[in-house]
């Protein structure tokens, strides 16, 4: 069975430009979330989104936002880049809309990593 | 707020030595306690979780952890370590209702020495 798939894998941009990554859930699972892993930290929580509606928002700026489709794939936008937003981005996806529910499992992604010049 | 922390940045041991990696959270209740692993090159797997009961869990790879209420702590063990452990680990938190909000610490790299 497929796995999280994000793409693309790698990117380049650069200041002021925007971005969008992709991801498709393991199939049955309709949550999928979002993280930014920056280099030496841990994944910072960006969004969640359960049967096509937000059911949380990390503290990320308003640049940054996502949407869910009908058939549970998921696209993060970052608009107007900065060398900050240089980064690993995770999805990671669930049959449940909660952590506490069911296993609690998220299954992630390889990520996409992008590099802002 | 809430918050993970992980005290060791890195980690080096021998092969078939035991290993335990520390995490500490704050938070006011009882969470949802996680470890992950992030190997080279690959997304997060799940290790173990612990949601309530038996304080002690058993996870994949002959892994295991403890959670101490006293001591807001969830530590990590293996009592023998292979090669293909190394990796990064990742302990996380899920404050209650915060749905598949994951509070991650920053991790702890191990390295592991034949």
């Known amino acids: 069975d497929a796995g999280v798939t994000q793409s693309p894998t790698h990117l380049i941009k650069t200041r002021g430009q925007q971005v969008t990554l992709r991801c498709s859930p393991i199939?049955?699972?309709?949550?999928v979330s979002w993280y930014q892993q920056v280099l030496g930290q841990g994944p910072q929580f960006i969004f969640q989104y359960y049967e096509k509606e937000e059911r949380g928002r990390g503290n990320f700026p308003d640049r940054f936002s996502a949407r869910q489709f009908p058939n549970y794939s998921s696209e993060l936008n970052v608009n107007a880049l900065l060398l900050g937003d240089s980064a690993l981005y995770l999805c990671a996806s669930s049959p449940h809309p909660e952590a506490g529910a069911g296993s609690g499992e998220l299954f992630f992604g390889e990520g996409s990593r992008l590099t802002v010049l | 707020a809430q918050s993970v922390t992980q005290p060791d940045i890195h980690i080096t041991v021998s092969e078939g030595a035991s290993l335990e990696l520390r995490c500490n959270y704050s938070y006011g209740a009882t969470p949802y306690l996680f470890w992950y692993v992030q190997s080279p090159g690959q997304g997060l797997q799940l290790l173990l979780k612990?949601?309530?009961?038996?304080?002690l869990v058993q996870g994949i790879k002959g892994f295991e952890a403890e959670f101490k209420r006293s001591q807001s702590s969830f530590n990590l063990r293996k009592p023998s370590v292979h090669w293909s452990d190394a990796a990064e680990y990742f302990c996380a938190v899920v404050p209650l209702g915060g749905y598949n909000k994951l509070i991650f610490g920053a991790g702890t790299r191990l390295a592991v020495h034949p």
């Open positions: 612990y949601f309530s009961g038996d304080t």
């Open positions: 199939s049955g699972h309709k949550s």
